[in-house]
């Protein structure tokens, strides 16, 4: 294997991939005046394919289509990324996140998602269903909420110095914490 996918498979530093985040962001408000972030595709992906009187979806969402672009680029990014790296590569975990993985019974986690809770066998239980659609449902919700999604805010709203954006950190940091430190357990017992 060439020693540069292998670097690209293992971690970053944060002094490292920090910076080149916050140049590139930079970039794209110099350059198109627009902010990072990527909540607001649902919104412009609904727009586009629904003729609604409803004053949310009708706008000019062609004015927007870049963010489409960037979503699309994001999965075609992951895809490359899920071929390049392999299907059984294991991101490193240290020894403590591998104990506490294995005190909530996952204990096979090689690839992207560990087959203990998210695999066809689990497709009847509730909680298969609760971790792939209510998590996707309650983040969507939240960042519509909140006027932003994690990266919006945290990247950009607390770059640019903006209040509503390092409120929306702490909630999203808090409610990270809590759901995977108190949630998840019970969820998995």
């Known amino acids: 294997m060439p020693s540069w996918i292998e670097s690209l498979q293992s971690p970053w530093p944060w002094y490292l991939s920090g910076p080149i985040t916050g140049l590139?962001?930079?970039l794209l408000y110099l350059f198109?005046?627009?902010s990072f972030g990527i909540s607001t595709v649902f919104r412009h992906s609904l727009a586009a394919l629904l003729r609604t009187r409803n004053p949310y979806l009708?706008?000019?969402w062609k004015a927007e289509s870049w963010n489409l672009l960037f979503a699309l680029g994001i999965a075609a990014g992951g895809a490359l990324a899920y071929y390049v790296?392999?299907?059984a590569h294991t991101a490193p975990l240290s020894a403590e996140t591998?104990?506490?993985l294995a005190a909530l019974g996952i204990r096979n986690y090689q690839g992207f998602l560990p087959?203990?809770?998210l695999s066809a066998e689990h497709l009847g239980e509730w909680r298969f269903w609760f971790l792939s659609f209510g998590g996707g449902l309650l983040t969507g919700f939240g960042s519509?909420?909140?006027a932003g999604c994690t990266s919006g805010h945290t990247i950009t709203g607390l770059a640019t110095f903006q209040l509503p954006s390092l409120i929306a950190t702490c909630c999203f940091f808090t409610g990270g914490y809590f759901a995977s430190m108190v949630l998840l357990p019970l969820i998995l017992q």
């Open 32 to 34: 198109t005046r627009r």
């Open 85 to 87: 790296a392999g299907a």
């Open 115 to 117: 087959d203990a809770w």
């Open 98 to 100: 591998a104990a506490d």
């Open 58 to 60: 009708n706008y000019n």
């Open 144 to 146: 519509r909420w909140a």
């Open 24 to 26: 590139l962001v930079g």
